[in-house]
């Protein structure tokens, strides 16, 4: 599976932006989807993830309530809608996908089989 993320980008504390993620999946139902950020000097971590039909989503306590994850199955496509964006929000974003229609429940367990090649988001005081 190849992941190509897009979106990311420069904007002010309290804007928006909207990360998209085209997989290349021949059964794209057949995965969970997420997207993890890294920020300079810290490891990765996990941001949202979405189960195969949209119907669960999970998010890191600090990006709930600002942000949206979505899928578009006929597209092969995950989203990440960010809003009231922090500067504690800009790292590099990826997209990530597991080999399971579901998300684990506790989502330090969500481990990804493959990963996009990220992409920057900066949020400027």
């Known amino acids: 599976v190849q992941l190509q993320a897009s979106g990311g980008g420069l904007v002010q504390a309290g804007g928006s932006l909207r990360l998209s993620c085209a997989a290349s999946?021949?059964?794209?139902?057949?995965?969970?989807m997420g997207w993890f950020r890294q920020a300079p000097g810290k490891e990765r971590e996990f941001v949202a993830a979405?189960?195969?039909?949209?119907?669960?989503?999970y998010y890191a306590d600090s990006v709930k309530g600002r942000f949206t994850i979505s899928r578009d199955n006929a597209e092969n496509s995950v989203y990440l809608q960010m809003n009231s964006l922090k500067p504690d929000d800009t790292a590099v974003y990826y997209c990530?996908?597991?080999?399971?229609?579901?998300?684990?429940?506790?989502?330090?367990?969500?481990?990804?089989?493959?990963w996009g090649q990220g992409t920057q988001v900066t949020v400027s005081s």
């Open positions: 990530a996908a597991r080999r399971d229609p579901q998300v684990p429940r506790t989502t330090t367990l969500f481990r990804p089989d493959y």
């Open positions: 999946a021949r059964t794209f139902t057949g995965y969970a």
């Open positions: 979405i189960n195969w039909n949209g119907g669960s989503t």
